[in-house]
């Protein structure tokens, strides 16, 4: 079975837009970014925040849909769709389109439930959502991934949650090849009403070699990780950690990130970051730190800037970004 990113852009895009604009009973956001900087490695001006295989930050025009379904028993569900056209002075026709979030939501009388593109049950990013931010959680350097195609479900508990996932092991491009993921997290602590939550997750599968939408070894071979995460919400402060180690694509690796954020100003308008990554498969050892500013220009316009230092290839590179994002 074969897929291709603007296959599925468009699939989702003609499902969820025709019904939204009937119905009206939903969100809809404009997404605008513009994304440069300067790497030292490469020598030159660059136009994405991660490497240019990544999905992460890029110039593009984008929308984001949230709509919930109900009936006369109540909600029925909920979709959520979210993608960019980002522009690629590598691609064939200088345009990426990408698909984030494209799954649908429902409760049953056991638990919440999702099918489509969402996130996987393991660490920091089956709840930290950085999908504008500049700064990344540890799939975008390798480990894991933001999001990944299948179904999953979870559940709340008065002590924390627990959730599970049955992924293609693919991340951002469906696949079916013989790669499946599964993954489980159980956690201590509800962060938006403790101000903390903790951790443990597992994951065992066989996965492509992936980068992005790029599939860059087709074979599947196993993939493990066994976890933990912390999150912690103290006054204007952020402390968000991840650590994992298993195999992946036949070496052992162990990988490790640590994130310390300061609010300041009226509202947090202002928030200053730093972070450690830790990247440790074998022979490839390496780390890269990161300090990041964001900046609220106004309630739709966002202002980020990162440095980062990456010790395996000496490089050193400063990006900026401006982040639009308007409700419709």
């Known amino acids: ?97 990408q698909l984030y979030n494209a799954y649908y939501r429902f409760k049953t009388p056991y638990a919440y439930v999702w099918a489509g593109h969402n996130r996987a049950a393991a660490g920091l990013e089956s709840y930290f959502d950085t999908h504008g931010a500049l700064l990344a959680t540890l799939p975008m350097y390798g480990y894991g991934f933001d999001r990944d195609w299948g179904l999953g479900g979870s559940r709340d508990f008065d002590w924390g949650d627990a959730a599970f996932s049955l992924t293609t092991g693919s ?28 951790g443990l997750y597992a994951s065992a599968g066989r996965t492509p070699g992936m980068a992005g939408y790029r599939v860059m070894d087709g074979v599947e071979k196993p993939y493990s990780a066994l976890g933990a995460d912390y999150a912690l919400l103290w006054d204007s402060w952020e402390l968000r950690a991840d650590l994992r180690g298993g195999r992946l694509r036949g070496l052992d690796y162990l990988a490790g990130l640590a994130r310390l954020g300061l609010n300041l100003l009226e509202e947090n308008r202002l928030k200053l970051e730093a972070q450690g990554v830790y990247s440790g498969t074998e022979r490839m050892e390496g780390w890269t730190l990161s300090a990041g500013a964001s900046f609220a220009v106004s309630q739709d316009l966002a202002w980020r800037a990162m440095f980062e230092y990456e010790d395996r290839m000496n490089d050193k590179r400063v990006v900026t970004q401006l982040y639009y994002y308007l409700p419709i």
Do not use: C, H
Not at 37 to 43: I, K, N, V
Not at 59 to 77: A, I, Y
Not at 174 to 196: E, I
């Open 1 to 97: 079975m074969k897929f291709t990113p603007a296959k599925s852009f468009l699939a989702f895009s003609l499902l969820a837009f025709p019904p939204a604009a009937a119905a009206g009973d939903g969100l809809f956001y404009l997404e605008v970014q513009a994304v440069g900087g300067y790497s030292s490695a490469e020598r030159s001006a660059i136009y994405n925040s991660m490497s240019a295989d990544e999905p992460m930050q890029k110039s593009s025009v984008g929308f984001d849909l949230l709509r919930r379904f109900s009936g006369g028993s109540g909600d029925l569900g909920t979709l959520a769709l979210q993608g960019r056209l980002a522009w690629d002075k590598d691609a064939s026709n200088r345009l990426e389109p």
């Open 171 to 198: 991340g951002m491009r469906p696949r079916a090849a013989g790669n499946y993921l599964a993954s489980g997290r159980v956690s201590k602590g509800v962060l938006s009403r403790d101000n903390y939550t903790e």
